[in-house]
């Protein structure tokens, strides 16, 4: 979840840091983490200025919007940016953080206003993502429109490293596993075998797919097939036990991945769902076979996880703030959910990433989660020894899901098994 929190700033790793506190000069570089920097405009306080390590210079440009734009010199993960506003104890500024991997598709991090009680660094972290490029645009102040920041640097560690991009050019964030489960939407999706929207799709000019129907389940199926015939028990501690619901190929630990675009929707408290490790639900095998972990992105922009241990008893994550309202843009989103170890045994991390710009690279986590076998849960009701067990096995279905948007367009959609 993209945050503001203003404090004052601390750092106590670098000489530079030490300096900079002092008012002292020091390495433009070492302090601040940009190698240029370039503005909408200056009035002889030039952007240079913020990179000097002296908090008695400035940059400065009157009018709301004006901005200045950091180069990292390189793609990094950025994860807080600090800023010492001048005067910055005497006024409050009211400004957008966004960064860039290629200086052109820009992502907002931040959207907030300064303290108003420091003219030392403030810093603003946020959920840390790939950057080349960092921008401030100051929308005014609550005294004049002018624009003015004596020092600013950026928090980076090594980029986040990637896994190469799906048929579609998307980022995949993990690596696929060897000679593992994969799936993408077909060019001709009427004609796949494998995916069934269980509603009629008709193919949009752009070669995006559009669906119109208020409850939507567009399900997933591995290369096996479905079959509940071949599920032989929904004893929660057998299939923990042997790590699948039906077939060994079961989607258990997927990165699952949809781009959308809401037209109409009747309910904005509504959601998109990703979800998976589980069979048909509905109540036939007293709801046992309706396992599954949701993800859910709702179309106000909030989001949240769902674990349903059986169909239907859930529990949920509290809400964050993801995105802005989803109506009218194309959003990716993405779910991720693998086992990890946990105090020697074996949990679910559950990860939610957002593509807001729909550019297929600058994907934002926005929420991280480990079921570790104390989250809710009723697993006795299919056989389970332990109520709040983590759902640790696959199962043959993936689904797309939304209800109350009556229309939607949706393409680049995909599930893959990756490393756990």
């Not at 009629?200 to 015939?229: A, C, E, H, L, P």
């Not at 079921?371 to 056989?383: F, T, Y």
């Amino acid at each position: 979840m993209s945050q503001s929190h203003p404090s004052p700033w601390k750092r106590h790793v670098t000489t530079a840091s030490a300096l900079l506190l002092l008012g002292a000069s020091a390495p433009a570089l070492a302090a601040s983490g940009f190698t240029a920097v370039t503005a909408s405009g200056n009035d002889g306080n030039l952007p240079s200025a913020t990179i000097d390590g002296n908090l008695t210079t400035r940059w400065s440009s009157d009018g709301v919007g004006q901005w200045l734009r950091g180069d990292l010199g390189s793609v990094k993960s950025l994860s807080a940016v600090d800023i010492a506003w001048h005067r910055g104890n005497e006024r409050t500024n009211t400004f957008v953080l966004a960064t860039s991997t290629d200086g052109t598709t820009w992502s907002t991090a931040v959207s907030t206003k300064s303290s108003g009680t420091t003219a030392n660094f403030e810093r603003y972290s946020f959920t840390a993502r790939n950057a080349r490029y960092v921008r401030v645009t100051v929308n005014g102040n609550s005294v004049n429109t002018w624009a003015s920041i004596a020092e600013w640097a950026a928090i980076t560690g090594a980029a986040t490293p990637t896994s190469g991009k799906d048929r579609f050019g998307v980022t995949m964030l993990y690596a696929s596993k060897s000679g593992g489960e994969a799936w993408t939407l077909a060019d001709n999706a009427l004609a796949d075998s494998r995916f069934d929207p269980q509603d009629t799709i008709t193919r949009n000019s752009d070669g995006s797919w559009k669906m119109k129907d208020k409850q939507v389940r567009m399900s997933v199926f591995t290369s096996t097939g479905y079959d509940d015939r071949k599920i032989p028990t929904y004893d929660r501690d057998v299939l923990a036990s042997r790590g699948y619901m039906q077939a060994p190929n079961d989607w258990k630990n997927i990165e699952m991945t949809g781009f959308v675009k809401v037209n109409a929707v009747s309910d904005v408290k509504d959601n998109f769902a990703w979800y998976a490790r589980g069979g048909k639900h509905n109540d036939d095998h007293s709801g046992c076979e309706g396992s599954s972990y949701k993800a859910g992105l709702h179309y106000d922009g909030r989001a949240r996880w769902e674990k349903e241990t059986w169909h239907v008893s859930y529990d949920q994550t509290p809400y964050v703030t993801a995105t802005s309202a989803l109506k009218g843009r194309w959003v990716g989103f993405k779910a991720v959910m693998r086992n990890v170890t946990v105090s020697s045994q074996t949990a679910v991390k559950l990860e939610l990433y957002v593509n807001e710009n729909a550019d297929k690279v600058t994907w934002k986590k926005v929420y991280d989660h480990t079921d570790a076998g104390r989250w809710g849960g009723d697993a006795q009701h299919c056989g389970g020894a332990v109520p709040a067990a983590p759902i640790t096995w696959g199962g043959p279905i993936a689904v797309f899901r939304w209800d109350n948007a009556t229309d939607v367009d949706f393409k680049w959609l995909s599930v893959r098994e990756i490393q756990p």
